[in-house]
């Protein structure tokens, strides 16, 4: 099982990623990121930093917004996979 944590998690293409991972038998959602306004009051962990998040996952799949690579040394600097 693949622990992923997905960064704008709450739009049209995160929420195809994280449907697609409860498709799938290889993948598992621990961490949802979007926007407090954007969270949904469903299950499991949201935040509003991937910071917070980012060692939940193996992989992080981020479909947030055009100036999301501004996160990305952070997270890499929280423990994230890099590849």
Request: charged share 25%.
């Amino acid at each position: 099982m693949i622990p992923l944590v997905v960064v704008g998690a709450a739009g049209r293409m995160g929420r195809a990623v994280v449907q697609a991972a409860r498709e799938s038998e290889g993948f598992e959602v621990r961490a949802r990121v979007d926007r407090d306004a954007n969270q949904p009051e469903v299950g499991g962990v949201w935040s509003d930093d991937p910071r917070s998040v980012v060692r939940l996952g193996d992989v992080v799949v981020d479909f947030s917004s055009p100036s999301a690579p501004a996160t990305w040394p952070g997270c890499a600097r929280s423990g994230a996979p890099r590849w």
